[in-house]
Structures are given as C-alpha cells and as structure tokens.
C-alpha cells in the first residue's frame, strides 16, 4: 500500500520534472533583430466563437530606445497594438501607436497591459496551436515570430496586479 506521502512526493516530483520541458517549449524560442530579443511569445485560446483575440511577450532591448511600431498575422482582419488605461474608474483597451522599448531595458506585453490584438478572427485560436506574427519597430525593422496558443486561462505572471477591473460597466473599446 502506497502512503499519501509518497503519492504527494511523487506528484511534486514528476511536476517539477515537467515544468523545464514544458517551459522550454511554449517559452524557449527567441527571436534577435538589431538589438532586440523578443521571447516568450504567446495568445491565449479564444472562448467560443470569440471574433478577437491577443498575443504577449517580451522584448529586451540591449541597444538605443527603439518602439514596436506594428504588427502583422494572417489570423485575423486587422492587428493592432493596444493597451488597457484607468478612465473614470473603469478599466478601457485603447490602440496605441507604438510600444516603447527602453534603453537597456525591456516591454512587457502581458494581459492588462500592452498587446498585439488580434479582431475578426477567421477561427478560434486552439490551444496548441501556433502562427506567426510579424512584428515592425522603428530603429530594428521587421522580424517574424512564432506565437504558440495557450489554454484560455492562461493569465502570466502578475498579469492583473494591482488592477481593479469593475466588470460592470466594462469598456472594451468598442471589441466585443
């Protein structure tokens, strides 16, 4: 007979085993143009027939200021860059002209925050799946990555941190 301790010790094992694996996967391909690192790069799977959808990651940069100027994916009717803005108490996705990329520094696309979003989607986005997106900056140029689709409750670390989001009386900027 098998203790509860060894089930749990075995359960934890075999979890901290996969995780690497697992990270390596859905985070372990980087992407280089000039100075900019872009890595882990991923959407979350759309709910239903949801028409809109978004991509995250991160962008470090190791050079001078450079902005993510546009982004392009055949996978959707339009692509924007947006971002969510406190306004009268209610949190609102707004497009954005650029995302910034500081010097030595790096942009964090996360939910809540900036993101590449996906409207008129032509399918749902399936957990599993992966499509590419080419992203422009304004100094770097153009490079193409690859966005691997996550299960929809998929949020990343911190995502809603310190956000207070009332969902009555949520705007989605007109994104249903």
Same mark, same amino acid.
């Given at each position: $007979?098998?203790?509860?301790?060894?089930?749990?010790?075995?359960?934890?094992?075999? $979890?901290?085993?996969?995780? *690497?694996?697992?990270?390596?996967?859905? %985070?372990?391909?980087?992407?280089?143009?000039?100075?900019?690192?872009?890595?882990?790069?991923?959407?979350?799977?759309?709910?239903?027939?949801?028409?809109?959808?978004?991509?995250?990651?991160?962008? !470090?940069?190791?050079?001078? !200021? +450079?902005?993510?100027?546009?982004?392009?994916?055949?996978?959707?009717?339009?692509?924007?860059?947006?971002? %969510?803005? $406190?306004? +009268?108490?209610?949190?609102?996705?707004?497009?954005? &002209?650029?995302?910034?990329? &500081?010097?030595?520094?790096?942009?964090?696309?996360? *939910?809540?925050?900036?993101?590449?979003?996906?409207?008129?989607?032509?399918? &749902?986005?399936?957990?599993?799946?992966?499509? *590419?997106?080419?992203?422009?900056? !304004?100094?770097?140029?153009?490079?193409?990555?690859?966005?691997?689709?996550?299960?929809?409750?998929?949020?990343?670390? +911190?995502? $809603?941190?310190?956000?207070?989001? &009332?969902?009555?009386? %949520?705007?989605?900027?007109? %994104?249903?």
């Amino acid at each position: $007979m098998i203790s509860l301790r060894k089930t749990v010790l075995a359960a934890a094992a075999a $979890m901290l085993l996969s995780t *690497p694996a697992a990270l390596a996967d859905s %985070h372990g391909k980087m992407t280089t143009v000039g100075d900019l690192t872009i890595k882990h790069v991923w959407a979350r799977a759309s709910a239903g027939m949801a028409r809109a959808g978004a991509a995250f990651m991160q962008i !470090e940069n190791k050079g001078a !200021e +450079d902005k993510l100027v546009s982004a392009s994916a055949d996978v959707s009717k339009v692509v924007e860059l947006h971002t %969510h803005l $406190m306004s +009268d108490g209610v949190m609102r996705m707004r497009q954005v &002209p650029n995302v910034p990329v &500081p010097a030595g520094g790096k942009a964090e696309l996360k *939910p809540g925050s900036y993101h590449v979003m996906f409207m008129g989607l032509k399918e &749902p986005l399936k957990e599993g799946q992966k499509f *590419p997106v080419t992203l422009t900056f !304004e100094k770097a140029g153009s490079t193409t990555v690859q966005v691997t689709v996550k299960s929809a409750g998929s949020m990343g670390k +911190d995502a $809603m941190k310190g956000h207070k989001m &009332p969902m009555k009386g %949520h705007d989605m900027g007109g %994104h249903k």
